[in-house]
């Protein structure tokens, strides 16, 4: 997952983060903790990570209303986001609310910077008229069938 980010990527966006994973790695690769925003809609998630990641900024918030919450931080502006990391469950949400959360992830990164996923499915998780739809190219960047369930990485970019 971290391996698709970008290795030059500074400001980078990490979308349902849950018990920080990819925050740590993305921590450990070395990111500077004042250009990664974590957005965790689960309040009590959203507390464990600020205590985890004391540094990083935790917003307890919608992926879906990403650019207000980009517009509201210090040094990102929006269009000029690195890359956004997302672990949020596309498979299981509405597609409506699939297409509002990767318009907002789209509307602040820099053109060509990837929105990177993780899937337990087996197909991608944005629907190919979503996809189409905003106008994005899809790879399957990785896929580990040693995993519980089988696990992909995807990678869109406009």
């Known amino acids: 997952m971290i391996a698709e980010v970008p ?3 500074q400001q980078v966006i990490e979308l349902g983060a849950g018990t920080g994973v990819f925050t740590k790695l993305l921590v450990a690769r070395g990111t500077p903790l004042d250009e ?5 809609l689960n309040p009590a998630m959203a ?7 004391p540094s ?3 917003i307890n918030g919608d992926a879906s209303q990403l650019r207000e919450i980009i517009e509201r931080a210090p040094n ?7 890359a956004v990391v997302s672990g949020l469950g596309f498979l299981n949400m509405p597609g409506a609310i699939v297409q509002s959360i990767v318009a907002a992830a789209f509307e602040v990164l820099a ?3 990837p929105f990177v996923q993780f899937t337990y499915g087996p197909k991608s998780p944005i629907a190919s008229p979503i996809v189409r739809a905003l106008h994005l190219k899809v790879r399957r960047a990785s896929f580990t069938l040693r ?3 089988p696990a992909s990485v995807y990678v869109y970019t406009r």
């Open 56 to 58: 990083v900024r935790v």
């Open 147 to 149: 995993n519980f369930p």
């Open 7 to 9: 290795k030059a990527a």
């Open 111 to 113: 053109p060509g910077a």
């Open 47 to 53: 507390e464990k990570l600020t205590l985890d990641f």
């Open 76 to 82: 990102f502006t929006p269009g000029q986001v690195d």
């Open 36 to 40: 990664i925003i974590v957005v965790e």
